[in-house]
């Protein structure tokens, strides 16, 4: 009996089964620039996890229609409004203008970013989740009007993520190294219920730059602050948080920064009358990336993959007056936390039910969240491509259980992007001495040696002798190799001389780099790659098509060519 041919997306020597099928764009000269997207995540399967199942067989009629309407929608943020889209459907796109001047001053990284979510008390009314600034709004589409606006960040959201199973609890990071975790099925609250910090009596009235409620409502309509993952000192993160994750199976958040910083905390809500404060993680490393990371998401319960922007290193590390740098390019990682079990042992999942019994805080130590040690790398690959500190990639994660893991990586501005099956990448390779630390190797030296030449610096050695033709050790510094390091009690040893020629050395030891993400390219159909350029891109219906914008509010829209997307019109996916 013949076995069953291999998916699509694990046949890595075949070109990709995806073909454009449509393209749409402005013909305005002024139109904007399409820089992020959130395509409408759900299909008619959703109900069954979703809640955990609790709505499985109770609207599925409802359920059916809303998928129908939206399957085929795609948001997208522009530069001062957000847009629905419908990329099959012959409905009219849906523009849901901006404040042109928000409270704060914004950069040119600063964009609106854009995410769906759900109420649980009305789940056939989907939500869209827009930032402007430091401003979160939510949009019913239903309704055609605005559902909600939440306020409280300290600087320019930076990304939105909702929760994969729990579509009404989503977050907002940003800027002022702080991410805020909501939920929509609350109301903002109206008047500030804080703690009383001591020696006072009243409560605190701090305000939201302490993870505390403000002196004046929080918002309108939906949706309430219910945690806030504070940046300080001692755990949270001292620069802006560019990117989270929800973890799928336990009450866990990942998040990503400019500090090269990936921490893992545990979401909780003692009071949702109040705010829950956390500034300690469960997990924090700056050891896995070299410069900013950009993203972070959840592979499996306990694998994640991160990726970074290209990095600006020092040719002498060594040496103070060698000021030349050069650029590493990025890196995506995909690395497992060793810590789950720790605190989430599965043996005593099903042991500790009830509130008496279950563990309410769980928390690490200082080795956990200020640098800890427990992860390790399952695979590392550099980026192609970036000439600059400002060319970033993004990446796009995509699982399901009838795919393996797939991410698409496009850089910005560029005219193609690549998708990489994760599962069939290799584990890391060790770099080998001779191409990490070449000049302690010196093959070039001992290949050309004259077998005298190496008998008679063996025998100098055996006598403790400089090898011939070089100086004795009082040549090389104070302090010598055959003479003990002596030093007071208690104090500490002189340091070891460093050599010109070390210092040379140093400088001209080759940078050690990872393989290149391997994947297959799909490039921006006929013309329009010399007048568009293409920004982000994502999988959508279950991987039957992939989205991308870019430039001059374009919409690219790539059909799964094999299986039963080959012949079929396009409809809403099972």
Known sequence: MASAPEPWFRRTDEPLPFRPTKKISSRAPDAPEY??????????????????????????ELWKSVVEKYWDAVAVGADHCAYIIFTHSKKPPVRINMPKDPPEKLIPWDKICVAWALGHRAPCDPLLIISRGSLVYIYNPESGGMAGYLRGHGGAITSIAVHPKRPNIFCTT?????????DLTLSPIEFPNNPRWPPSKEPSLAGAAHGLHMNEPEGGGLGRCI??????????????????????????IATCGMDRCVKIWAVRSDDPESITREDKPLFSSSRIHKAMVLSVSWLHPDFLITHSAPAEMRVDPVGTKN???????????????????????????????????????????????????????????????????????HLHAFHSPFHDPLILTA??????????????LE???????????????????QMNWDPAEVSAATQAVEKDEPPPGEAGPSSVGSTSINEPTTRPRGGEPPPLPISRQHRLMA??????????LPGREIQLPGDAAAQVRLNCTAVTCDAQFIVGVGTHSTIWIWKLVEGRASSAAPSPPV
């Open 174 to 182: 940003s800027r002022d190294t702080t991410t805020r975790i909501y």
């Open 35 to 60: 820089r992020t997207l959130a395509c409408f995540p759900w299909n008619r399967r959703s109900l069954e996890s979703l809640w955990d199942g609790s709505l499985n067989g109770t609207i599925d």
């Open 323 to 393: 000021k030349e740098t050069y650029l590493d390019p990025g890196e995506v990682v995909v690395w497992q936390w060793l810590g789950l079990n720790r605190f989430y042992p599965p043996d005593l999942e099903n042991a500790l039910e009830g509130p008496q019994n279950k563990q309410r805080y769980r928390r690490g130590c200082a080795s956990d969240y200020q640098e800890s040690s427990s992860f390790k790398f399952i695979t590392v690959y550099s980026l192609d491509g970036a000439q600059s500190r400002d060319a970033i990639h």
């Open 427 to 445: 584990p890391r390779k060790m770099p080998t001495f001779s191409e990490f630390l070449p000049e302690l190797i010196r093959k070039d030296l």
């Open 227 to 252: 945690m806030v993952l504070m940046g300080s000192r001692s755990g949270g993160h001292s620069a802006a948080v560019l990117g989270a994750a929800f973890s799928e199976h336990q009450p866990l």
């Open 507 to 516: 400088a001209q030891r080759p940078v050690y780099q990872p393989e290149t």
């Open 411 to 424: 850089l910005t501005g560029s005219d193609r992007f690549q998708l990489t099956n994760v599962a069939t």
